[in-house]
């Protein structure tokens, strides 16, 4: 399923507090350190969205456990806008959002052992075969998540499709230290739009899979994550 048009967000918001763009935060041929803790600081555990689209996995979230923090990645400017322009919107400062590569972000701008939770929801299969170099689960970045993850962080993933969800638990197993996988069971939705995200809702309304499962790392103390119920409840 190809990716539907979005609105514009209003235009009298102040989408400042919401949105950067990665390549205008930390270009690419400059010499500008990036750091997520510029921008997000302070004790709230930071979870990050990969893929955001609409934003509803950041909305939902934000408003459910309103001491963490969310960040989102997403590539597609009028998407990242839209999801800004959501959060602006609905008052929920606790997330926000980066227009821009996610792979560059996680390698260039997030330290490590910061991180409470890495969310990646159906990211683009791409399908033909001399395209899946393009996905954004490879060894680079599956190695990045688990570097930024704080102790007892957790990695989520879910994909309608079996074969990008054998490949990645095959990855994981063979290049990281992460723990896992364990399963997410499927609740039904309360609601039209209880679900994590809107690919989600589309993938199920059509009567289709998902797969869902989420990794964790070693480490002592409390759970890492901000929002512990996301990892049980969907």
């Not at 969310?70 to 980066?98: K, M, Q, S, T």
């Not at 001399?130 to 879910?158: I, S, T």
């Not at 994590?196 to 002592?220: I, M, S």
Request: glycine share 8%; net charge neutral; proline share 6%.
């Amino acid at each position: 399923m190809g990716r539907r048009s979005v609105r514009s967000p209003d235009p009298t918001l102040d989408l400042s507090h919401h949105l950067r763009v990665l390549d205008e935060w930390a270009p690419v041929d400059g010499d500008r350190p990036c750091s997520v803790t510029d921008w997000i600081s302070g004790p709230a555990p930071l979870e990050i969205e990969v893929g955001s689209g609409k934003g509803l996995f950041l909305v939902s979230a934000a408003r459910r456990a309103p001491h963490g923090q969310f960040l989102g990645i997403e590539l597609a400017a009028r998407y990242a806008r839209h999801a800004a322009g959501r959060l602006a919107a609905a008052g929920l400062d606790n997330g926000r959002i980066v227009q821009g590569d996610a792979k560059r972000f996680l390698r260039d701008c997030v330290p490590s052992d910061t991180i409470a939770a890495v969310h990646v929801y159906f990211p683009d299969p791409w399908w033909k075969k001399r395209h899946k170099k393009r996905r954004v689960l490879d060894v680079a970045f599956l190695r990045d998540v688990e570097r930024v993850l704080a102790p007892r962080g957790r990695f989520h993933f879910w994909t309608d499709v079996r074969e990008y969800f054998d490949s990645t638990l095959d990855l994981v197993r063979l290049e990281t230290g992460l723990e896992g996988p364990h399963p997410v069971d499927e609740r039904p939705a309360e609601h039209d739009l209880d679900y994590r995200t809107h690919f989600e809702r589309r993938t199920r309304l059509g009567g289709q899979r998902v797969h869902r499962c989420w990794y964790g790392k070693a480490g002592d103390g409390p759970d890492a994550s901000a929002d512990q119920r996301a990892d049980d409840c969907s």
